[in-house]
């Protein structure tokens, strides 16, 4: 987490020296921004990870415990962490896609309503007697 919050930061600010480039909206600009926190989040769930993993075998080792529990107590608390891990990045990924899911449906039905197309047939196409208004 502290290794996410840190390059993101950096990146934020690096990225704020750039500016935003000249054909680039600010909903490019955040997705970019959403997609590089991602990002870092994964790398670091998953280096920390690998580092408990290290650590964890040095510890049990440090206990001299028979070969078998040892083993056993390994793979069991190496399949809790990948759990954890796995679960917590699917949790924030699938947050992000919802929200950005949300975000494009909130945007579809402003631009519907504001756009006021006319009253539409099955296949689509606009009532001209309406004039292009919505009689609703």
Aim: some cysteine; hydrophobic content about 45%.
């Amino acid at each position: 987490k502290k290794f996410a919050k840190r390059q993101s930061m950096w990146d934020a600010i690096s990225n704020g020296m750039r500016s935003m480039s000249r054909n680039e909206s600010m909903v490019e600009y955040m997705l970019k921004m959403l997609i590089q926190v991602l990002i870092y989040f994964g790398m670091g769930l998953i280096i920390s990870f690998v580092i408990f993993i290290c650590g964890l075998w040095n510890i049990i080792h440090s206990y001299q415990p028979n070969p078998l529990t040892a083993h056993f107590f390994f793979v069991t608390a190496a399949c809790a962490a990948f759990a954890f891990v796995s679960t917590y990045l699917f949790a924030i990924y699938g947050a992000a896609a919802g929200g950005v899911y949300g975000m494009v449906k909130m945007a579809e039905t402003y631009r519907r309503i504001v756009g006021g197309g006319g009253r539409r047939d099955i296949r689509g196409v606009t009532d001209e007697r309406s004039g292009g208004q919505n009689p609703w």
